[in-house]
């Protein structure tokens, strides 16, 4: 199995997930037990008793003239 990395996919760069993204389930905390399945797909954890999960993550490259049209038309 492969994992997205820098080059793989052109126009995004590939790097590991900062700090932000737990790198287990259980560094994920939530206040009821029915939270958990949707607290672990938010962050990138693999549902269920599945050992895998999200470990890369890609942003797309954009040039300092890129524009993205506006939601409210303006």
């Given at each position: 199995?492969?994992?997205?990395?820098?080059?793989?996919?052109?126009?995004?760069?590939g790097?590991?997930?900062d700090?932000?993204?737990?790198?287990s389930?259980?560094?994920?905390?939530?206040?009821?037990?029915?939270?958990?399945?949707?607290?672990h797909?938010?962050?990138?954890?693999?549902?269920?008793?599945?050992?895998?999960?999200?470990?890369?993550?890609?942003?797309?490259?954009?040039?300092?003239?890129?524009?993205?049209?506006?939601?409210?038309?303006?």
């Amino acid at each position: 199995m492969t994992c997205a990395s820098q080059g793989d996919v052109g126009g995004y760069d590939g790097k590991a997930p900062d700090a932000r993204f737990p790198a287990s389930k259980s560094e994920v905390e939530v206040d009821r037990a029915g939270c958990e399945p949707l607290a672990h797909a938010l962050t990138g954890l693999a549902p269920g008793g599945s050992a895998g999960g999200a470990r890369a993550m890609a942003t797309e490259q954009k040039s300092p003239t890129d524009t993205a049209p506006s939601p409210c038309g303006t």
